[in-house]
Structure formats: structure tokens, C-alpha cells
């Protein structure tokens, strides 16, 4: 619980935040569950596709 004797530290969502906005994780999320859906078919469908 907080301290009521303590001052309240007062900031705007942009300095709280203090990080860089660079977009690339966007691009990391998407390919990796892009790879994770095309390995875990392979794993699935594999044995039915390449079958002798």
C-alpha cells in the first residue's frame, strides 16, 4: 500500500514511458509467429505430405 506521507511524483505518460517508439518489434512478433505457424503444420502435416 502506498505511504500517504510521501509526495506524489507527478509525470505525462511520454516521460513515464521514456522509451524509443521504433516499430521493430512489430516485425519480430510477426515473423516469428509467421516461422511458428510454418514449422508446427510442417510437424503436422508433414508425415501425410512427404510420405513414401
Same mark, same amino acid.
Given at each position: 500500500?502506498?505511504? +500517504?506521507?510521501? +509526495?506524489?511524483?507527478? !509525470?505525462?505518460? !511520454? !516521460?513515464?514511458?521514456? @522509451? !524509443?517508439? #521504433? @516499430?521493430?518489434m512489430? *516485425? &519480430?512478433?510477426?515473423i #516469428?509467429i509467421?516461422?511458428? &505457424?510454418? &514449422?508446427? #503444420?510442417?510437424? &503436422? *502435416?508433414? +508425415?501425410?505430405l512427404?510420405?513414401?
Amino acid at each position: 500500500m502506498a505511504d +500517504p506521507n510521501q +509526495p506524489r511524483i507527478r !509525470e505525462s505518460g !511520454e !516521460e513515464a514511458r521514456a @522509451g !524509443e517508439t #521504433s @516499430g521493430h518489434m512489430r *516485425w &519480430v512478433l510477426g515473423i #516469428s509467429i509467421l516461422l511458428a &505457424v510454418v &514449422v508446427l #503444420s510442417l510437424l &503436422v *502435416w508433414g +508425415p501425410y505430405l512427404f510420405h513414401k
